[in-house]
């Protein structure tokens, strides 16, 4: 129970150390990228008004069925293709990347890079 503690309270200081250099504005929202051991989470959110203008996880009912509640890396490809797809949708080019805390590697690489092959830019 302690070192579940432990990891997130390190999470979130490495997060606050990523929060300090990346923001979200209009014309280049921030991409948020959240993990849990499940499932995976992406947002775009606007930092100035403080709205999330798109949002896709795995826990939507197509991907959860696909996946089954399992994450993986093609789970994370198919978040960041969703997030990817939506923001062209809305109108959304560019944006900044927010790993969350997380290490640039696996799922969050994954989801980064097919967020990329759909059509957004970071």
């Known amino acids: ?12 200081r490495k997060h606050a150390r990523v929060r ?3 923001s979200g504005t209009p ?5 948020a990228v959240n ?6 989470y992406a947002q775009i959110i606007d930092d100035t ?6 949002a896709a996880s795995s826990l939507e009912k197509v991907l959860k069925e696909k996946f089954k509640g399992v994450l993986n890396i093609e789970a994370a ?4 293709k969703a ?12 944006v900044v990347f927010d790993r969350g805390g997380f290490l640039y590697h696996g799922r969050i690489k ?10 957004l830019e970071f």
């Not at 008004?49 to 798109?54: A, D, I, K, P, Y």
């Not at 490809?77 to 960041?80: D, L, R, S, W």
């Not at 997030?83 to 560019?94: C, V």
């Not at 994954?110 to 059509?119: P, S, V, Y």
């Open 1 to 12: 129970m302690v070192s579940i503690i432990n990891k997130k309270a390190t999470i979130r």
């Open 20 to 22: 300090k250099k990346v």
């Open 27 to 31: 014309c280049a929202p921030r991409l």
């Open 35 to 40: 993990k849990s051991n499940r499932f995976i």
């Open 49 to 54: 008004t403080g709205n999330t203008l798109v």
């Open 77 to 80: 490809k198919e978040v960041g």
């Open 83 to 94: 997030i990817g797809e939506r923001a062209k949708e809305k109108g959304i080019e560019k």
């Open 110 to 119: 994954a989801l980064a890079d097919a967020a990329r092959e759909a059509g």
